[in-house]
């Protein structure tokens, strides 16, 4: 069987394909794009035909970077797809324009995927991996997971910097409602009956990722993930970061997080600086791996055995 697997991970508001080595757990080539699927969602309740031919392009243009057949990749889709009313229609046309077949995921999927990749990371940087809490922050949900050595809890949250940020720019009760998820968040937690005091904090996606890259001095165009893996954010970060924006002129914070992303990075910052609050932590450990990863080791790990 060939060892090599192309993986997507079509989420709310990015497009990310990897091309996987499964014999040596290693990442051959990768494509990322904004393609923004959850716009108008929050009003509108469907994915728009403009945002389906944003993510028809950009499969075909992963297609020919990363030299791959769409109709042989494992595709899966997360909460945009989960929340659209026409999200059969959308899949099909997905399908029938490229060959491409995706699935939606639930949030429990989701978040063993993603754990699964993060487990690999933490090894691979030689970080400890028995108890951690992993933050994943997506465009339409944010993913809590606790893992305590060989099991974990997880739960999704309906706390995306896509969704979040629509509705602010309607209602303006952005903090209130963060406020709000607070004490949901905090009655997950509690549920669980454990001591999180020693489980270290881990963060995954593009907030996270972003703000360790400028704290380290990149930009969205030198953007380096093996230097980023493994790095440490804390709050004086966070705030750095919110003042760079409010200081920064659109071509300045575009050149920073990269097109498509200006108008989301200040929301998935208060949505970060939410969980930091929450779990009462000094600092986060910022990891680049997710979802798409994880889809590939499970793929591996399944369907690769010798």
Do not use: W
């Not at 993986?7 to 014999?23: A, E, I, P």
């Amino acid at each position: 069987m060939n060892s090599e697997i192309v993986t997507v991970d079509l989420g709310s508001n990015s497009f990310r394909v990897l091309k996987y080595d499964c014999k040596n757990h290693k990442i051959i080539a990768e494509y990322n794009e904004v393609v923004g699927m959850a716009d108008g969602l929050v009003d509108s309740g469907i994915i728009s035909k403009e945002a389906m031919l944003r993510v028809i392009a950009a499969i075909n243009h992963s297609c020919k970077i990363l030299n791959y057949e769409a109709k042989n990749a494992v595709c899966v889709t997360t909460a945009a797809m989960r929340k659209a009313s026409n999200s059969k229609e959308v899949l099909e046309f997905f399908k029938n324009e490229t060959g491409i077949n995706f699935e939606i995921i639930d949030g429990d999927e989701e978040a063993r995927l993603t754990l699964l990749a993060v487990k690999y990371a933490l090894k691979r940087e030689k970080i400890n991996s028995d108890n951690f809490i992993l933050l994943d922050i997506g465009g339409g949900s944010t993913e809590i997971i606790v893992n305590t050595k060989d099991d974990y809890k997880a739960k999704s949250f309906d706390l995306g910097i896509v969704t979040m940020t629509q509705k602010f720019l309607k209602t303006h009760d952005l903090h209130n409602d963060l406020e709000n998820k607070k004490i949901e968040i905090r009655e997950f937690l509690d549920s669980l009956n454990l001591d999180l005091t020693n489980y270290s904090f881990v963060a995954t996606a593009g907030t996270p990722t972003t703000i360790a890259a400028i704290k380290l001095g990149q930009d969205f165009f030198s953007y380096d993930r093996n230097i980023v893996n493994g790095a440490t954010v804390n709050l004086e970060d966070l705030t750095f970061c919110l003042n760079i924006f409010k200081d920064s002129s659109q071509e300045e914070i575009t050149r920073l997080v990269g097109r498509g992303r200006v108008e989301f990075i200040e929301v998935g910052i208060f949505i970060y600086k939410t969980i930091f609050e929450v779990l009462n932590k000094k600092e986060s450990i910022v990891l680049d791996d997710g979802l798409r990863e994880g889809v590939a080791i499970n793929y591996c790990l399944t369907k690769c055995k010798n």
